[in-house]
């Protein structure tokens, strides 16, 4: 479905990646690894057409359509939905109004107030609280439920367990495996290496320079101490 081809990528003059080629295809979570600085960020912004980064080569098509030309919400009309990092919730609209914000207009409901509820309970209760009153996770479960309001294809998810407690990452981590059993595409960018062995069906490892020097299962990066000492630093 997702396939990005020799991506390459600047901030200014800067060449942030260097001929990144990856693939998700329908209904597999993957998961990009790397440390801080090695452009997962940016990884994820050429995909979702947001800027910066800009994209100087290589292409990145979505279900055989080209999409380095589009603009962010163009590229979100097509079924690509976002929950960046940092989760950019608007903490002055309450819980129900950032849910609704985000509702794509369309023939099919897929996902609407009632599902988002269902699937996440603690935001029914909170439904009328300010956003910026949330906990951190709380948040987190609301940028992911804004992003699933816009009937999504495929999810994109920048480091979902950020900041959090340990519990609260598992209970993202919950999240995500529902998620891939409703089929959804998943790509989410991480540093945690135990929620990407617990979630990921594949593994992309980003290292310096802005290439990716490792590729394969869990199972196998699981295995492979010297790929997690070299370039996860474990």
């Known amino acids: ?36 600085g090695m452009g997962k960020t940016s990884l994820v912004r050429s995909i979702a057409g947001t800027a910066p980064p800009a994209i100087a080569s290589g292409g990145v098509s979505w279900n055989e359509e080209h999409l380095e030309s589009l603009s962010s919400h163009e590229v979100a009309r ?26 794509r207009n369309g023939d099919d409901p897929g996902w609407d107030l009632d599902r988002v509820y269902g699937f996440f309970g603690r935001l029914a209760e909170r439904r009328t609280q300010l956003g910026s009153s949330l ?14 309001m816009t009937n999504p294809e495929l999810l994109l998810m920048d ?11 598992g209970q993202v981590r919950e999240v995500v ?22 979630t990921a069906d594949r593994i992309y490892i980003l ?22 000492r070299t370039h996860l630093g474990i």
């Open 177 to 198: 495996e529902e998620l891939k059993r409703e089929n959804l595409s998943i790509f989410l960018v991480e540093q945690n290496l135990g929620f990407a062995l617990r």
């Open 78 to 103: 097509r079924g690509i939905g976002l929950v960046p990092q940092g989760r950019h919730i608007f903490g002055s609209l309450t819980v129900e109004e950032n849910l609704t914000v985000a509702k």
């Open 1 to 36: 479905m997702l396939i990005v081809e020799d991506l390459h990528s600047f901030y200014s003059t800067a060449e942030i990646l260097r001929g990144v080629n990856l693939e998700v295809q329908d209904g597999e979570c993957v998961v990009m690894l790397g440390r801080n």
């Open 207 to 228: 290292g310096e320079n802005g290439v990716i020097v490792w590729e394969g299962t869990p199972a196998e990066l699981d295995g492979d101490d010297q790929a997690k």
């Open 159 to 169: 480091e979902p367990s950020e900041g959090l407690a340990p519990q609260v990452v």
């Open 135 to 148: 906990s951190g996770g709380e948040q987190q479960m609301l940028a992911i439920g804004r992003a699933l």
